[in-house]
């Protein structure tokens, strides 16, 4: 990923958490620096309320928006009018957004057509439409850690629990990608396969399943065989990943 990117990070108020925000912040920061950080909302309402102090401390612009209609979302609209002239100022390289609306399904496809990298954030009970429609969807409940006492009263992070189960689906999808990657001994770089996933299913990641990273999710599966190589003329190693089984899938 290039971290280089330019991102405008368009948040609906409405509809996500404030408690998340430092560690959503964070995680963005892995896919570019968000040069555009907004917040659309009724201001003038108490449910907002804890989000002040917040956008203060991590730069994030308030943007008011008044319900002009009762049961309508005038927040939708600001944010994708806004996205939309972001997009047409070309000062940008991809989107977050962050939301659990499926409303903002069509948007990300019409940022995606226009060749922007979309970011999508929000809670699991997101609609599958708007996930698919991003390059990559992060769940909100896996960026939140949790604060524990060791024996000696002392407060350190811990991980969160397994969010979900490993389910044979997600295991064929993991092998069937794996066997898309391989040279003709059937060994796939990594990098490539966790790539190639997130292409198949934007919302995939590790850490739904209560691992931090990839090899330890192939580790896990019992089928798949991990190597480590030298990488040419650097000190760094690469890993591969090899199907056990002579079948592509299980």
């Not at 990839?214 to 650097?234: D, F, H, Y």
Request: proline residues 4%; glycine residues 6%.
């Amino acid at each position: 990923m290039n971290k280089d990117l330019n991102l405008a990070v368009l948040i609906d108020g409405d509809n996500v958490p404030s408690k998340y925000i430092k560690e959503m912040m964070e995680e963005i920061a892995k896919y570019g620096t968000p040069s555009i950080k907004r917040i659309y909302g009724d201001w003038t309402k108490p449910h907002l309320s804890k989000w002040k102090n917040i956008l203060l401390e991590n730069a994030i612009q308030p943007i008011q928006q008044y319900g002009y209609t009762q049961g309508k979302n005038a927040t939708d609209s600001a944010m994708i009018i806004d996205a939309m002239d972001i997009l047409y100022s070309g000062d940008t390289d991809g989107f977050c957004i962050v939301s659990s609306d499926s409303d903002f399904t069509r948007l990300a496809t019409r940022l995606r057509e226009s060749s922007k990298f979309v970011i999508g954030i929000g809670e699991q009970k997101t609609p599958e439409p708007f996930i698919v429609a991003c390059d990559k969807f992060i769940y909100l409940e896996i960026l939140k850690e949790d604060e524990v006492e060791d024996k000696k009263g002392k407060t350190k992070k811990k991980a969160k629990e397994t969010v979900q189960k490993l389910t044979p689906k997600v295991t064929r999808l993991i092998r069937q990608t794996i066997y898309d990657c391989a040279d003709d001994d059937g060994w796939a770089f990594l990098g490539d396969v966790g790539s190639l996933i997130n292409k198949k299913q934007p919302n995939f990641d590790p850490r739904n399943f209560g691992f931090y990273k990839l090899t330890p999710l192939m580790n896990s599966i019992g089928t798949v065989k991990i190597e480590e190589r030298q990488a040419p003329n650097s000190r760094s190693k690469h890993i591969f990943v090899k199907n056990i089984s002579s079948k592509n899938v299980d």
